[in-house]
């Protein structure tokens, strides 16, 4: 499992950037994938979920601001991120995400490396 997520960076409060996460293409055809975030001393958290055809889910946090997006003919998943907030310093991962239990777990224990976000105030 290859997961390789990139556009991160420095931004001010009220800006903008867009992530990408290319998948190994045997793995990309999962139903449902998501972008997770993980900021300092906290624990990972789901940000957003998109399945091949159907409604994308967003946590609350970010609704109305980040806008998920996968373009599978390339293996890809996006995240428009608008209107970004000092709290959304994080490392954003994708993964794959499968629904049991009430809820969206991530599908593999591989990560990858993430892309850090940092927003300053």
């Known amino acids: 499992v290859q997961l390789q997520a990139s556009g991160g960076g420095l931004v001010q409060a009220g800006g903008s950037l867009r992530l990408s996460c290319a998948a190994s293409?045997?793995?990309?055809?999962?139903?449902?994938w998501g972008w997770y975030r993980q900021a300092p001393g906290k624990q990972r958290e789901l940000v957003a979920t998109i399945p091949t055809g159907g409604i994308t889910n967003y946590a609350d946090s970010v609704k109305g601001r980040f806008t998920i997006s996968r373009d599978n003919a390339k293996n890809t998943v996006y995240l428009q991120m608008n209107s970004l907030k000092p709290e959304g310093t994080a490392v954003y991962y994708c993964?794959?995400?499968?629904?049991?239990?009430?809820?969206?777990?991530?599908?593999?224990?591989?990560w990858g490396q993430g892309t850090l976000v940092t927003v300053s105030s």
């Open positions: 993964n794959a995400a499968l629904y049991y239990g009430g809820s969206y777990h991530p599908q593999f224990s591989s």
């Open positions: 293409g045997s793995i990309f055809s999962r139903d449902v």
